[in-house]
């Protein structure tokens, strides 16, 4: 920055922003979320310099994770280029210096929002959550100083019959996105905004999965290889969107998808909301039907000329 | 053809160099410097430093400029900007009895030992649009006449002796509630603890001093429309500098750093007892950076709305409910996630288009048969 002519004293700023002791803070909160899993620890969370709601939970905990060896993924909606995503990750490679990719595979600290990704996790491997209302019971409860009470007492009635009126009204459960699921048979977690579809990939995870809501002060965490069941009945049982195509650019089945609208006609394509995932399968030669013929393989290197 | 949602690391570019530009406007008018808003726009400066939490007229004047003029936008940088200052210690508590008075004035006395002085204001001004003012070359103000009552800086704080407060006075006759007593434990500290409910009086006001204006004024003003009604009388509202002091341990006193510029109102309540207190008057407290009555009068009228509970009356407004209040008074984090819904949510949108879709056929498919809705089936 340029200092006005007032000597005002230089700015400058911890590795990974946060100070130490802050660090310390969160890292603390991260291993009690750890050793009581599904729990929502209450943490000082911190001013940061992107607004509330847009990933300051994640990115508090992404800093205080972070070595100076490790290697970042940050996705929102399963992809390395939507806006936010660009801005986190070049927040970090500004503040830490760290190195970034866009490979699931090579990330040992991927944060997101809104999606896990399609490559399978390993161990080692830690998953940070965005979290914008960690209480899965909110909705149902507005406060605070009753919904604790009713973690405590793992008194879930209220979501339960509220997945029963759903199947009273709809004939089936109307939860898409943001799935409650019970983590290691206790606490009913708030997964965050991801469709149901990757519900499934938390159970039994081989990766550390951290969750952090930044405006709302709690972390909470589901440590590998923990249970991680999605609420349902016996004869309504959890089930996970399905899509009626293959992804149109790599031609992947069971995958979730988004919608691209083509033109005003009613024109549409389905393509991996994972673009990494999708760029790999197009490097690999799997085409989908609307596959350039002649274009370079990889998504990211395909026609430029809409972007503008 | 798929158009790619790539170029997001160009777009961001391009749009802060557009933000930059947009900021500086025309070029051919001359850039407003830090020293023209802290001198010019104070009363902005002094809003961004109380909701901001964080007393430097320069730094605030420095987010004003950067933020266009947005005052919460400045706030939210003055508040990123101290979350990484390390904290280095707490200083003596400041006494407002000893200000240093620009502004004085008492709604419940005409006359009180120290005098009603009503310094710079707003109020009894005609709001009539000054034409003088749309010009900058002949601006001058009247310099203050020799015998004018209106200290300013030193002079004040040298001159000004101890003004007691109104709300002093009437406790040495018992008619006011005492103040809490200081029992010697630290205060909570909002910024290093997260809040939990029920958050106890320093919790509150630390929130409240940083919340935003036009919340605290809103629901200021709704009690005074009846919902949770307390009879408020301005005891008395003052503006003007105090000392801080840091206690030293190694020299064993507390050493001055400096003057801070604040604004105190000190709201008098009825009550009319209980089977164990006397009828008395009770307190409603407001502290602000700076000079911002409208925000030390709205936080003392919402104190003494959260207050309750301990005074045994009846919670039956929004202004009374210390989760509501607290949890939704804090602009940063209130335009944070208000505003986060312009970010992308395709994902969770298409889990829904999907379901809607699903639905719509479900129904179109009952019925063309003629069948029972749903609904009453599946409610058995």
């Known amino acids: 920055m340029t200092h006005p002519a007032t000597a005002m ?35 000082a969370g911190r001013e940061m310099p992107m607004p509330y709601g847009w990933g300051t939970g994640g990115v508090q905990v992404t800093a205080a994770l972070l070595g100076a ?184 089945e069971g995958v979730y998808l988004d919608e691209v609208i083509l033109d005003d006609q009613g024109g549409r394509m389905f393509v991996c909301s994972d673009t990494d995932y999708c760029a790999g399968r197009q490097a690999e030669g799997h085409t989908g039907t609307l596959s350039a013929p002649d274009a370079p393989t990889r998504a990211d290197e395909g026609p430029k000329e809409g972007c503008s | 053809m798929y158009v790619a949602v790539k170029g997001g690391e160009d777009a961001i570019r391009n749009a802060h160099d557009l933000l930059a530009r947009t900021r500086r406007g025309d070029p051919g008018v001359p850039e407003i410097g830090l020293d023209q808003i802290a001198e010019q726009l104070g009363l902005a400066v002094d809003r961004v430093m109380a909701e901001g939490s964080l007393y430097d007229r320069d730094l605030a004047a420095l987010a004003i400029k950067q933020a266009r003029g947005d005052l919460i936008e400045a706030i939210f940088l003055a508040r990123a900007f101290r979350t990484t200052l390390p904290r280095f210690g707490t200083s003596v508590p400041v006494d407002t009895t000893a200000m240093a008075i620009r502004r004085r004035i008492s709604a419940t006395f005409k006359d009180l030992p120290g005098g009603q002085v009503l310094g710079p204001t707003f109020d009894y001004t005609h709001r009539l649009l000054d034409q003088g003012l749309a010009t900058t ?21 040298v001159a000004s002796p101890p003004m007691p407060r109104v709300t002093d006075l009437l406790g040495d006759e018992g008619l006011i509630e005492p103040a809490p007593a200081d029992d010697g434990t630290a205060p909570t500290d909002i910024t290093r603890t997260p809040l939990s409910f029920p958050a106890g009086r320093p919790a509150r006001l ?71 207190t006397p009828p008395q008057f009770t307190r409603g407290y407001g502290l602000v950076f700076g000079q911002s009555e409208r925000k030390a009068m709205s936080m003392a009228l919402v ?76 409610a058995e």
Not at chain 1, 20 to 43: C, D, N, S, W
Not at chain 1, 93 to 98: I, R, Y
């Open chain 1, 9 to 43: 004293p230089a700015i400058s700023y911890n590795f990974a922003y946060l100070d130490e002791q802050t660090k310390r803070m969160i890292r603390r909160a991260i291993l009690k979320a750890i050793a009581i899993p599904g729990y929502q620890v209450p943490f």
């Open chain 1, 69 to 252: 060896d490790d290697v970042l993924k940050v996705i929102d909606q399963g992809s390395d280029d939507t806006t936010n995503a660009v801005a986190l990750r070049t927040f970090f490679e500004t503040t830490a210096g760290v190195k970034t990719t866009s490979h699931t595979a090579e990330a040992n600290v991927i944060q997101t929002r809104h999606r896990i990704p399609e490559t399978p996790l390993k161990p080692g491997q830690v998953l940070v959550y965005q979290v914008p209302i960690p209480e899965p019971l909110r909705f149902l409860e507005p406060r605070e100083t009753e919904t604790r009470k009713l973690h405590a007492l793992s008194d879930y009635g209220l979501i339960h019959v509220k997945l029963y009126e759903d199947i009273a009204r709809h004939g089936h459960i109307a939860t898409t996105y943001a799935y409650p699921a019970t983590v290691n048979g206790h606490y009913v977690m708030d997964p965050s905004p991801i469709p149901k579809f990757d519900n499934p990939k938390m159970d039994h995870s081989p990766a550390l999965q951290v969750f952090g809501a930044g405006r709302e002060k709690r972390i909470y965490a589901v440590p590998p290889y923990t249970s991680v069941v999605p609420l349902d009945f016996a004869d309504h049982p959890f089930t996970v969107q399905r899509f009626s195509q293959p992804c149109a650019l790599c031609g992947a």
């Open chain 2, 137 to 157: 070359a002949q601006t001058t103000v009247k310099k203050p006449a020799a015998s004018a009552s209106e200290p300013t800086g030193e002079e004040a704080a």
């Open chain 2, 206 to 276: 630390q929130a409240l001093a940083r919340g935003d204006e036009g919340f605290l004024l809103a629901l200021g003003y709704s009690t005074q429309r009846g919902y949770a009604r307390s009879h408020p009388f301005v005891g008395e509202i003052r503006f003007g500098t105090v000392e801080v002091s840091l206690p030293v341990e190694e020299l064993g006193f507390a050493v001055p750093l400096g003057d801070i510029t604040l604004t105190e109102c000190q709201n008098i309540n009825q009550f009319k007892g209980s089977a164990t």
């Open chain 2, 303 to 378: 104190d003494r709305a959260l207050r309750f509970a301990e005074l045994g009356e009846e919670k039956t407004a929004p202004a009374q409910d210390e989760e509501f209040v607290l949890s939704h008074c804090d602009n940063v984090q209130a335009t944070g996630f208000v505003e986060h819904l312009k970010l992308p949510h395709y994902v969770d949108f298409q889990a829904e288009l999907e379901l809607v879709r699903r639905m719509r056929a479900a129904h179109a498919t009952d019925e063309a048969a003629g069948a029972p809705v749903p609904t009453q089936e599946a």
